[in-house]
């Protein structure tokens, strides 16, 4: 295609590399991968530092069980392979946000440590940053607060492969961040996180329309 | 949790609604949806409107056979049910990039109607618009193009269910708009696609940093 300009647009031969894209949309990519236990508080603190970062006017979107399990992943259950295949596919979808200057917060228990890995692999091979966040509250935390009686059901039977009671967790070993939630407040946790995205080039400066 | 101010922080109850989002990230969610042969001009007319797009700083995103043959779709292969899951999947992801306030522009050829209509159908349940362009050339004019010698190869029977040749094209009965690269140019159909969106409400002025 000839480089030409008519009004208000720039055209371009071909695709628009990475860093243009994100300095054109006040945008910086990566993914903050949250894992941890049912109710350590992902949902809280991915929702809480959502809010924060688009509030400051940065591009940022939540992945997470209600707009992922009832709409892309609406075709898997809860086999080990269905497990593993929800898992990568929120990987590829968090990978394409991020490369769209997006920066991608996904809030799943994601217990196994080889699919974390595969969606770590992924985002090495398309040189972006993969953030593991581990929620780590103990998970006798985890079932006093227990929002929706789910570990009550698990402990009584009525839940088959709950993660912590008759599934495993396994921790991440070289998480990027952990939070202790058990000891920081929701507001601590933010501010970690926000502290973490600006030593790594990510926060940008707030604006306003 | 509650209302609080820190440092650069304004937190909220709950989740981001919408138009907040969208407005606080100077975006705005749609899906275009691209459809016709190969060859019709897909790619190269969605590339270039995203260039331009993001040339004024608006969020913007393109899916298109790189990104998600080779990612989230590599488990899929070419079956009747493959094919309807590859669409699937790309009207759900699409959906997401739209909700997340980043114009979503796929190029796929989609030739099947109903697929088409699910996606539409996933985006009106979820309050978003869909914008099917039926990029629309003759056959002939595609075969004369034919960049990767498909068409020459499955007219000599060595690809088979190629679209146009031995798979029907479903064409779409009420396209939002249709552009025919026969007679446009690219940097035409841009402008058409461009003026659509500013009728919408869906372009945004074009901002400097």
Known sequence: MAVQRATNVVWHDGNVGRQERWSKIHGRGATLWFTGLSASGKSTISAALEAALIGRGQPCYRLDGDNIRHGLNRNLGFSAADRAENIRRIGEVSKLFADAGVLS?????????????????????????????????????????????MYKRARAGLLKGFTGVDDPYEAPEKPELVLKTGELSVVQSVEVCLSFLEEQGLLLAPRNY
Chains 1, 2 share one sequence.
């Open 105 to 149: 917060l996904t809030a799943f228990i994601s217990p196994y440590r080889a699919d974390r890995e595969l969606v770590r692999r992924l985002h090495d091979d398309a040189g972006l940053k993969f953030i593991e966040i581990y929620v780590d509250a103990p998970i006798a935390v985890c079932e006093t607060r227990d929002p929706k009686g």
